[in-house]
């Protein structure tokens, strides 16, 4: 009760679901690349493992640079990427919506690589990379607004003062916790 | 919303696989890329859904023990946390405790997930008086990736009263005086304004005093009298002696005396009366200014009375001033080993006969002696020369009575207070009003005090403040609290039947009617 919560980690691998996304990823790398690309699937599910999924889809695809060369055929790399989306999924069923949550994923997944790809057909890569960047940070500033406005915290006027706090006037319910919490208090002082 | 650390490490990874991309350029690397920002997206989503119904379903209260309190008190202040919805979010809540109120930690619970409901109550301490106002508790949510801060739940308020003394009852056994300081009559006529009365002529009245328009009336001669104005001179003798100290801060004896000091000191500025004061410490008089104008002395006066501490305890002329009359006995040596006034003193236990014996006992629930009887100094002094020239069996049966008298009168004459009125009141030339403010723990010495107050002026009210009123935690018992209220307001009668004198209590209303409230329940019980 006393620990805070600057030390609560975010949600790591160990569960079963999370071995087995984690092994089909080692079976991709293998797979496409053969000996040299299970040893790099075994390692990138070791840092999944360890670390997280976002550190395991780092690594993997830092992997995938050294084992799989330029040029591959399409089917092979989609082979490898299906299993990452497995990575990314599996920890998303823990929620009260994993639905509408792994939705958000594989839509934002799905914006991304084909954003990058559409302008990777025009563009340099470099342009590419930008542009995915920029869709990455105009997405969770959609969205940290989008929390605005849903806890209440955006002020009234657009002259940016300070926010609202969410809750309304205490309720005759809370006036009753009141009570029972005066009559019962839990002393640790 | 905020990225913790941990968020801005998956954002920074998404940034350098994107630059490594463009290094190796490999567009496979920026897959890796997008999938990370479609992870990180997907649990800002879901934090966004979560912080959302743990909000929803969260209710914080704050609940301080009372809602008014006195300044510089303590009292419990109690949150409370309770969600109802599970979600994945840990939550730190924190108290909004109003500015200037002080606790030695923090008032914040943790709900981590898997915990529904904490509550944590810490000691609150309120040194600023008026109306304080809780902040709304500040909740801080996060799931390890982002944070975000939002204020709920009640805000409640709490009346803090300054620290002067809440009411203080001036009266004489529980009941308020009726008409307090003010215009006062001399029971005297002569040159005035205020008609006194019509009266026929009688020898000795000048023909000035005659009305001839009602002599002409009746067809004997009438005179009129008038009220005669004269000044009365006021002499304050307080008491600032370290028992004087008794009571929680500021709500101590000498406080309550000290307002009721300044209230006569300026009725007399009012009423233009002369005035004087005379403080008294344990050593002695700490501070006499003379009698003179209320308009010359009013401003010093009050910034003395203002000033004014209690002394340093110094037992020595304070225990010599507590013996009872006649010779040492075991309690009263017992009692001369302590601190008179002290709690200690003050925690002897009443005894039956408390209300019962004809003796009359202080409020140590030590006997003290009849006082009507008590010859004056002088006669015991006189008594003992008329004793020293005969050697008959009468003579050396009285000697010894008369010796121990003297002894006490000597030791009485060295108390502080008494040594002070001795010295100021008994040298004011004409009628003066003494006001003594002392409390009751010196009833031997303030006794004979008031006595030769008395000799000295033409009149005397005495101003006491009973310890069982002001002893913090003195009301515990309030049996016990009333026996000794009943030993004072004996004492107190005792003082009041003396003539001229007039003997008032001093003391916090709520206190006294409380120590009035157990004794009228004591009566209801030994009725049925």
Not at chain 1, 129 to 134: H, Q
Not at chain 2, 253 to 280: F, K, M, S, W, Y
Not at chain 2, 457 to 463: G, M
Request: hydrophobic share 40%; net charge negative; aromatic share 4%.
């Amino acid at each position: 009760m006393s620990a805070r919560i600057d030390s609560v980690p975010a949600a790591t691998g160990g569960d079963w679901p999370t071995v087995v996304s984690l092994g089909a990823l080692v079976v991709a790398f293998g797979v496409v690349a053969g000996p040299l690309g299970l040893l790099a699937g075994l390692a990138t599910a070791l840092v999944g493992y360890i670390l997280g999924p976002p550190y395991a889809l780092a690594a993997g695809h830092v992997a995938l640079v050294a084992v799989v060369p330029a040029g591959s055929a399409l089917s092979a790399v989609v082979l490898v990427e299906a299993a990452f989306v497995l990575v990314l999924l599996v920890p998303l069923r823990r929620g009260a919506s994993p639905g509408h949550t792994a939705l958000v994923a594989v839509t934002s997944a799905l914006v991304l690589a084909g954003v990058a790809w559409l302008v990777l057909g025009t563009q340099s890569i470099r342009l590419a990379a930008i542009a995915v960047l920029v869709l990455l940070g105009i997405g969770a500033y959609g969205l940290h607004r989008l929390e605005l406005v849903r806890l209440g915290l955006v002020p009234e006027s657009d002259d940016g003062d300070a926010a609202t706090p969410l809750e309304t006037e205490p309720t005759a319910d809370s006036s009753a916790e009141t009570t029972r919490s005066t009559t019962e208090p839990a002393t640790d002082s | 919303m905020y990225l913790t650390r941990r968020g801005w490490t998956v954002g920074a990874l998404a940034a350098v696989l994107a630059v490594l991309a463009v290094v190796f350029a490999r567009p496979i690397v920026l897959a890796g890329s997008a999938f990370l920002g479609a992870w990180l997206l997907a649990h800002q989503y879901r934090f966004t859904r979560d912080i959302e119904r743990t909000v929803d379903s969260l209710s914080v209260v704050q609940s301080p023990a009372r809602t008014t309190i006195r300044t510089g008190d303590e009292m419990p202040v109690t949150l409370t946390a309770r969600r109802e919805t599970e979600t994945a979010l840990s939550l730190e809540i924190t108290a909004g405790l109003p500015v200037g109120t002080t606790t030695t930690e923090p008032i914040a619970v943790t709900l981590a997930p898997s915990v529904e409901r904490a509550d944590r109550t810490r000691t609150s301490r309120w040194p600023i008086a008026g109306r304080h106002s809780f902040d709304r508790a500040t909740v801080t949510a996060t799931d390890g990736l982002f944070s975000e801060t939002v204020t709920v739940g009640t805000t409640p308020t709490v009346a803090v009263e300054p620290p002067s003394p809440r009411t203080i009852h001036v009266g004489e056994g529980g009941d308020r005086i009726a008409a307090s300081y003010g215009s006062h009559e001399t029971g005297q006529t002569g040159s005035g304004i205020e008609l006194a009365e019509l009266r026929e002529y009688v020898p000795g009245d000048t023909e000035k005093q005659i009305d001839w328009k009602a002599t002409a009336r009746h067809g004997t001669p009438y005179v009129r009298d008038y009220e005669a104005e004269t000044d009365r001179r006021t002499l304050l003798v307080v008491d600032h002696r370290a028992s004087l100290a008794t009571g929680s801060r500021a709500e101590t004896q000498l406080e309550a005396l000290r307002e009721i000091a300044l209230v006569i000191a300026g009725n007399a500025r009012r009423l233009n009366d002369p005035l004087g004061l005379v403080t008294v410490g344990d050593d002695g008089i700490t501070n006499h200014i003379g009698m003179a104008s209320s308009v010359v002395n009013y401003g010093s006066v009050r910034r003395h009375l203002l000033e004014l501490e209690a002394t340093a305890a110094d037992t020595t002329p304070v225990a010599t001033a507590s013996r009872s009359d006649g010779p040492p006995t075991a309690d009263a040596t017992a009692a001369s080993s302590s601190t008179i006034g002290s709690a200690e003193t003050h925690e002897s236990p009443p005894s039956a006969e408390t209300t019962t014996s004809p003796i009359a006992r202080n409020a140590t629930g030590r006997p003290v002696a009849p006082r009507q009887d008590r010859p004056a100094p002088a006669a015991v002094r006189r008594s003992l020369d008329d004793l020293e020239g005969t050697d008959d069996t009468f003579a050396r049966t009285l000697r010894p009575f008369y010796t121990d008298r003297q002894v006490y009168r000597e030791r009485i004459a060295e108390t502080p207070l008494y040594g002070a009125v001795q010295r100021t009141v008994t040298n004011t030339k004409g009628a003066t009003w003494t006001v003594i403010c002392t409390d009751d723990s010196r009833p031997a010495e303030l006794h004979e005090t008031v006595s030769l107050a008395r000799r000295g002026s033409s009149e005397v009210t005495v101003l006491l403040a009973p310890a069982v009123l002001y002893e913090p935690g003195g009301l515990a018992d309030l049996e016990r609290a009333y026996d000794r209220y009943l030993a004072f307001e004996e004492f107190r009668r005792e003082l009041a039947k003396l003539d001229g004198v007039t003997a008032l209590e001093v003391g916090p209303a709520d206190r006294l009617s409380a120590v009035l409230e157990a004794g009228r329940s004591r009566s209801r019980g030994g009725h049925a």
